[in-house]
């Protein structure tokens, strides 16, 4: 089975999570992305959350939060994606960047608009009291 390893923020405001969805996708996804040699966790995300949306993680407030996995969209079945996520601080103003096509709040309710992994992090966020 391959495995496609990816980071992302979990940002929970007012009961929703931030949520993104690229150009040309269907699909929202929680914010992050893969690493690139030698970086680690925290040094991937933090770039991966400046390339997409223009802010700052605040390193001393970055703490680990799960690993889910699930089938990877848009891949062949057996295909899967474990998910590393953490939640963080940030400095600056949520702004998509040019790869971003759109920037959303989500709720429960919008579960369906989200890729298989995601929906198992609603699931558990919504578990967890943290999501309407």
């Known amino acids: 089975m391959k495995v496609i390893d990816k980071l992302a923020w979990l940002e929970i405001q007012g009961g929703k999570v ?11 996804y929680i914010p992050g992305g893969k690493r690139e040699a030698g970086e680690s966790d925290l040094e991937a995300l933090a770039r991966e959350i400046r390339e997409e949306l223009n802010v700052d993680l605040v390193e001393d407030t970055i703490r680990f939060a799960g690993v889910f996995q699930a089938q990877a969209d848009s891949h062949p079945h057996g295909i899967q994606v474990r998910m590393t996520c953490y939640e963080a601080g940030f400095k600056g ?23 298989p992994v995601d929906q198992l992090i609603f699931d558990w966020l919504k578990k967890k009291k943290q999501i309407h």
């Open 18 to 28: 931030l949520s993104t969805r690229s150009k040309g996708r269907t699909k929202y």
């Open 93 to 115: 103003t949520i702004s998509p960047s040019a790869e971003i096509g759109e920037v959303v709040w989500l709720t429960y309710r919008d579960r369906s608009l989200v890729s």
